[in-house]
């Protein structure tokens, strides 16, 4: 993999990732952009403790653009993007309408490919693998930012999601805080190991390998399964076999099974409602643990792993989250794991 890093013309940084090492990447941003001017701020909700990110100047933010005017692909014929280059691997770069900047995080945008048609699930394994490496080079360095406490990357896929550009990504961001769902599994993994003396993402992940109903996917290095409590009609979540807390420390063997793993999981997605049905809405999120910060004083005992989950509940349905999940934060699952599980089975690729 090779690495360049430039600037775009506002100031904001670029970074090409890229599978040759002989690619010059000198294209220049040729845009009168004006400074990024944000009104991030973080808000501590006094009666659950948590955070929430105020950040009005999203309003403003590029909202379902024509494919011909899409900010994420390469520039070309006269026409000027966020990627200056005409054409790239992988690209990342500070997001111009972030969630979080400055003292209360950073937010960057991860093209996964040039191609404006694609999805991810399109990828050959080595672009895949080249993802990957992207996604943990900035977690490396995002981890080294003193106001970063954790580091998440992820997908939103559909507009049923609330994709508001087509363009196959992902995001990264850099909360200065330990998020409350990580906050909540490192609670568990305390009570877990006061009351037992062992790990729980360990038992969580030998017992559905040991009971298998809910396994979707086991390879030598990595398994897959819909969780016993899963929250979202068809959920997967994806385990290294050997528990390392974030991407910076998965071994080689885990990297190179990746891929396919991965993909055959996406491609898995897209079949569950059928040939006629349009691509399956879906996120994907890599749950790390924190760097810094309360959250940190088990990091040792975190387990890294991905989320993967559809908001489609059956063909032309989707699951909202109503009065019970939006007011009382109580999921109510129209699917049975058990039954997700062997739908995701029998949509194997042959």
Not at 165 to 185: D, V, W
């Amino acid at each position: 993999m090779k690495k360049t890093s430039t600037r775009l013309a506002d100031g904001r940084e670029l970074l090409y990732y890229d599978s040759r090492n002989d690619l010059v990447r000198d294209a220049v941003d040729l845009r009168p952009l004006d400074p990024v001017s944000t009104a991030s701020e973080v808000r501590r909700d006094p009666l659950l403790g948590d955070a929430v990110a105020i950040a009005s100047h999203r309003q403003a933010r590029t909202y379902h653009p024509p494919a011909d005017e899409c900010p994420l692909c390469p520039s070309r014929d006269g026409r000027h993007s966020e990627i200056p280059a005409d054409d790239y691997d992988v690209a990342v770069f500070e997001n111009r309408f972030p969630s979080l900047a400055g003292a209360s995080g950073r937010c960057e945008v991860v093209c996964f490919t040039s191609d404006h048609d694609a999805s991810f699930a399109d990828l050959d394994e080595a672009q895949a693998a080249l993802v990957l490496e992207a996604w943990t080079d900035r977690t490396a360095e995002l981890c080294e930012l003193p106001q970063v406490e954790q580091v998440f990357c992820f997908e939103n896929r559909g507009a049923e999601i609330g994709v508001t550009l087509g363009h196959p990504h992902g995001q990264i961001y850099g909360y200065p805080f330990t998020t409350p769902r990580t906050a909540l599994m490192l609670r568990s993994l305390a009570e877990h190991q006061e009351r037992t003396g062992r790990n729980l993402f360990d038992d969580v992940v030998a017992g559905e390998l040991a009971d298998g109903a809910r396994v979707v996917l086991e390879g030598e290095y990595w398994a897959a399964f819909v969780p016993y409590a899963a929250h979202w009609p068809y959920e997967v979540h994806l385990y290294p076999k050997k528990r390392v807390p974030d991407l910076r420390a998965l071994g080689e063997d885990a990297r190179t099974e990746f891929p396919q793993m991965y993909l055959e999981l996406l491609r898995r997605f897209d079949r569950i409602f059928g040939p006629d049905e349009p691509p399956t809405p879906y996120i994907a999120a890599w749950h790390q643990a924190p760097v810094r910060g309360v959250g940190a004083v088990h990091r040792g005992e975190f387990a890294l792993h991905l989320e993967l989950f559809t908001i489609r509940r059956t063909s032309g349905k989707l699951k909202f989250l109503a009065g019970s999940e939006s007011g009382m934060g109580v999921f109510i699952n129209d699917v049975p794991p058990e039954t997700a599980a062997e739908r995701l089975r029998e949509v194997a690729s042959e």
